[in-house]
């Protein structure tokens, strides 16, 4: 189980728990606050959130030389929605790789994974995850992940700003998540991505729908549609555009329903 510490104000728990893997082991470490002033989310984004928006945690893990990492975002992504869903009664689906959506309509959780290699071996990893639970005020609008998916939250924008509500809500949250990485990233540490494929392809988001997909990025203005149609054991993700398969594996691509 993870040892953690909670903070009021920090500049990113990331940022925080790599600087800590410089001078000693982060293994089931955790670091989580209320406000992180540089949150950082996928490809550079800044991540917003005040206090009590938002359950804002990374927890530290190291794996051993033969465990091979590919699609660790993906299980940590299947841990974070089933925590989600002890608390809300909406459809939580997947998108690939890295988001937690609300009915495949908006973004309610995200998930940085960084890593980095481990003196006795193997690779420690760095685990970040961001979940929604107050929308954010009105005059954030741009959610706390700017250009990205409109946001969700857990509960209704009515609650007051800073009812006991919302604090009740992130304290049992974080530790819902707290124990679902724990028993996932110890289950991937022995099996690998493989075990949690099925589950994952049962909740991936746009399953009907056509997806447009930015291999470069959206800003490269290069893409193409189709419709997905299988996930590999290593987490990398078929698209079928009705004359190829397209496999995705990571980097800096973008898909968005069509």
Not at 183 to 204: A, N, P, Q
Request: hydrophobic share 40%; charged share 20%; proline share 5%.
């Amino acid at each position: 189980m993870f040892v953690l510490e909670h903070v009021s104000s920090i500049d990113s728990t990331n940022s925080e728990l790599l600087r800590r893997a410089a001078q000693s082991p982060i293994h089931q470490r955790a670091v989580s606050a209320d406000v992180q002033t540089v949150g950082r989310g996928q490809r550079g984004r800044r991540w917003y959130a005040e206090a009590g928006d938002a359950v804002l945690l990374s927890v530290g893990w190291t794996f051993s030389p033969s465990r091979r990492l590919d699609g660790l975002s993906l299980a940590v992504g299947l841990a974070v929605a089933r925590s989600v869903t002890n608390f809300s009664p909406d459809r939580i689906t997947l998108k690939w790789p890295n988001d937690v959506l609300l009915e495949d309509r908006a973004k309610l959780a995200g998930v940085l994974v960084e890593t980095l290699p481990h003196e006795g071996g193997g690779r420690s990893a760095v685990i970040g995850v961001g979940v929604n639970v107050r929308a954010p005020h009105p005059s954030n609008a741009a959610s706390f992940e700017t250009g990205a998916l409109p946001p969700a939250a857990l509960v209704s924008t009515v609650l007051p700003r800073h009812a006991d509500g919302a604090a009740i809500i992130c304290n049992a949250l974080r530790s819902s998540l707290l124990s679902e990485l724990s028993l996932t990233l110890d289950r991937f540490e022995h099996y690998g991505f493989g075990v949690f494929r099925e589950e994952w392809w049962s909740r991936r988001a746009y399953a009907n729908t056509p997806v447009r997909v930015f291999e470069r990025g959206e800003a490269s203005g290069q893409s193409y549609v189709g419709r997905i149609a299988a996930l590999d054991e290593g987490g990398a993700l078929v698209i079928d555009d009705g004359r190829a398969l397209h496999t995705l594996h990571s980097g800096a691509i973008s898909l968005r329903p069509a």
